[in-house]
Nanobody, 114 residues
Framework: QVQFVESGGGVVQAGGSLRLSCAAP????????IGWYRQAPGKERELVAH???????NYVDSVKGRFTISRDNAKRTVYLLMNSLKPEDTAVYYC????????WGQGTQVTVSS
């Protein structure tokens, strides 16, 4: 696998939920921490959550208590469960290694309507 493949985005009303999935490159999935990033129109890319190889997690303040990141190493997949979505969560969401340069995927669009 050459690039990350994100899926699960869509259009949801405020207060709703979505679960994003990320299929990661096989050869480097195990030893690397992976993060979920998002980029809203007119704004810079932002790291919203990340998870280590061992499963420790961190979140940006704006999503704490609402988003949950997890990983399934056997499936080479990282998930982002997003609850209580707000219009300001609208963005293209990407997954990527936290510190290792790599090819970025196309991302998945999340649109939260008011």
């Amino acid at each position: 696998q050459v690039q990350f493949v994100e899926s699960g985005g869509g259009v949801v009303q405020a207060g709703g939920s979505l679960r994003l999935s990320c299929a990661a490159p096989e050869t480097t999935f195990s030893p690397n921490a992976i993060g979920w990033y998002r980029q809203a129109p007119g704004k810079e890319r932002e790291l919203v959550a990340h998870i280590s190889r061992g499963g420790s997690t961190n979140y940006v303040d704006s999503v704490k208590g609402r988003f949950t990141i997890s990983r399934d190493n056997a499936k080479r997949t990282v998930y982002l469960l997003m609850n209580s979505l707000k219009p300001e969560d609208t963005a293209v969401y990407y997954c990527h290694f936290l510190t290792v340069p790599h090819i970025w995927g196309q991302g998945t669009q999340v649109t939260v309507s008011s």
